[in-house]
């Protein structure tokens, strides 16, 4: 005797209810990426006025310091110490350019604070500081239009 194969109503149920899951957990991924995203954003617009104020402050002040640089460069060290504290939180909002010119940055003051006596590595760092404060003005202007 053959046995008919058959598909029933329980069946195609079945098979629309687990597509419906997958599609769902897509959607739900989607939608996280997204207001986690939204979320930076906005934060980021929020502090991004705060953290040009204080990254302008110490570019004031290293610029000070720098002028009796070989005296001054472990009190340097201890400056961009703090800055790179605040870059590596605004790092988490920022994407793109801006968030790779603050992870260049970074480094730049790693390796500084292993050669504290390096001019030429001082001026990258200062050089690097002045990026990151000209990617953010942009930042904050692109997220004023939308």
Known sequence: ????????????????????????LIL???????LRSI??????RIRSPQFLR???SKIS????LAQNFS?????IVDELAKIDVRLSSMQERMSGNAKRTIVDLREHIKIYERMPESEEKFNQVYRGILRVVEE?????????LE
Do not use: H, P
């Open 136 to 144: 953010v003005k942009e930042l904050q202007q692109d997220l004023n």
């Open 61 to 64: 002040e290293i610029n000070e």
């Open 39 to 44: 979320k930076n954003s906005y934060i980021f």
């Open 71 to 75: 005296s001054n460069s472990r009190v």
């Open 28 to 34: 739900t991924t989607f939608i996280f990426f997204n």
């Open 1 to 24: 005797m053959l046995q008919e194969s058959t598909y029933s109503l329980r069946d195609l149920l079945t098979d629309i209810g687990g597509f419906a899951s997958i599609i769902s």
């Open 54 to 56: 204080f990254l302008n």
